[in-house]
């Protein structure tokens, strides 16, 4: 890209990160700075407001940048991973939105300890929910780096170096400053956007064909140098067992992995019923299942008109393939249009990444406070000290996920967000389904499902080709990998929920029948909930 090309990309950015820090500074003149007003914005948010938030929080950078590119170098396998993250929502929307606003006040810790031991149980989600929220903030510190390798090259290492920190940098400001109040309001800035920009994209891939879907799909299959089996199943996923098993892994995380993501789970105490917490789900499905429409598109568009050998020669991970479509869509390089349309795309990522930190770092930061600092302080503290605790988390979470997203910036930004869900239905959705469900679960249980879901899920990870082992791995130049996967979905979660099972039925204690009866009152009829 030109210097001029360069100045427009970075004015909108700008503009974008302007119009965030001004919302931040008005809500931390207006907020009071409870508990509440911290971690759920005072639940004053309505269906919509809350449905275009967990919009915004939901699709990040895996599905604007890392989905297209999948589509471009493996095809129908990228599509795959779509119809995970859209068919996820339907666990979250038929078991657990309205029963979780009703069982918990700030982290889905509290569903569970509604009816168990406390401290143990807070100490192991809280350890869970910090696990999950980490590896999704790795996917935006790497899609911030992709921005920065468009636009400076590969020869802007340093500059990618203070690009990430700078995101780390503005997602401690938002959240310990606005808390959720102001990160709700730049979801919803930003899902505005993503959408606007994602729109504008699909429709001129679109009329680029003539809105001819079926020659823009043979386009791409004719250019992607697989012929038709570009859009075929098996491209990726079907080469040996080793390969369909990996896709079996994939499915399960990411259909399951929403139902146990603590930053979507807090989002529904964001409204002040259960029944808005329903309609937030109504309204995210929507626009949700909209954008990954649009991202097919523009995926099987990069395919057809910029090619899977300009794109992986950009990126091996395939991350910069929405970006190359708009340069080829206004003109090329040197080209006026092009320079403008690149510039939206990557005012866009940046917002999508910025909003999606600001919503892990909020929600790791709860966890460390309201689970893991609430469950070993001293009771004779004051209650207020949890809000600080947690701006201090905000401030630690940021500074480790700048460290991990520069080691693993050549990883697609979609693979991690895949170990994310598989880590999140490993270990938290077990322990919600048995809490809610379950009139037996014990103690023990919970603990059990927790650990021995988490445990296993990031040791496959560690063990795994994402690791070492291949040329595409986190460390490329050694070789440790044992276990054959890259997701380990189709291990981690029976463990999950074959170690809550076991640990419940070699329980000493027996279940605490009231506090069941009570919660399940509640879950089902909101009396009591906060």
Known sequence: MTGDHQTLTLLLCSVFVAVTLAITAWVSRTRHGSAEEFYVGGRLFSPMENGFAIAGDYASAASFLGVPGLIVLVGYDGVLYVV??????LVVLFLLAELVRNCGRFTFAD???????????????????????LLYLVAQMVGAGTL???LLGRTGGAAQVWTVTGVGVLMVLYVSLGGMRATTWIQIVKAVVLLAGTLALTVLVLVRFHGDVNRLLLTAAAHSGHGDAFLAPGLRYGGDWTARLDFLSLGLALVLGTGGLPHILARF????????????ALWAIGLIGVFYLMTIVLGFGAAALVGPDAVRGSNAAGNT????????????????????????????????????????????????????????????????????????????VGAAAIALGLLARELNVAVLVGLAFAVAASANLPVLLYSLFWRSFTTRGAVWAVYGGLVPAVLLVVLSPVVSGSPDALFPGVDFHCFPLRNPGIVSVPLGFLAGWLGTVTSAAPPDEARHAETEVRSLTGAGAA
């Not at 206004?330 to 795309?345: D, H, I, N, Q, R």
Request: charged content about 15%.
């Open 111 to 133: 569903v569970v300890a509604a009816r168990m031991a406390e401290r143990p149980v807070r100490l192991a989600a809280g350890t869970s929910s910090v696990t999950v929220c």
């Open 269 to 280: 105490y964001t409204v002040p019923t259960a029944r808005a917490a329903r309609r937030s």
């Open 148 to 150: 920065v390798a468009l």
């Open 84 to 89: 995970g993250f859209l068919v996820g929502w």
């Open 321 to 396: 393939a929405v970006p190359l479509l708009a340069l080829h869509l206004g003109g090329g390089p040197g080209s006026t249009t092009g320079a403008v349309l690149v510039a939206v795309v990557a005012a866009v990522a940046l917002a999508t990444i910025v909003a999606v930190v600001a919503g892990l770092t909020l929600s790791s930061s709860a966890a460390v406070a309201h689970d893991l600092y609430a469950a070993l302080r001293r009771r004779d503290r004051r209650p207020r000290s949890e809000v600080a605790v947690a701006r201090i988390a905000a401030v630690a």
